[in-house]
């Protein structure tokens, strides 16, 4: 699984919670989106992550 950042944008959108993750690593560590965003993948989607399921899921064709 790599990261990809339009899904990693989608996830957010639909998981209003990652929205504050986001906002919280950005300010927290002075980290630009593409970093934070980053960031919250190897945290929350990753290996095994609470939203590994939910990121594949974009991934799958629309049928």
Do not use: C
């Not at 998981?15 to 934070?36: D, G, Y």
């Amino acid at each position: 699984m790599k990261f990809v950042k339009s899904q990693m944008k989608q996830l957010i959108k639909d998981h209003p919670e990652l929205q504050t993750r986001l906002s919280s690593l950005m300010k927290e560590h002075e980290l630009e989106k593409n970093f934070a965003l980053k960031a919250l993948y190897h945290s929350e989607v990753a290996e095994g992550g609470k939203y590994q399921l939910a990121y594949q899921a974009l991934d799958l064709p629309k049928g």
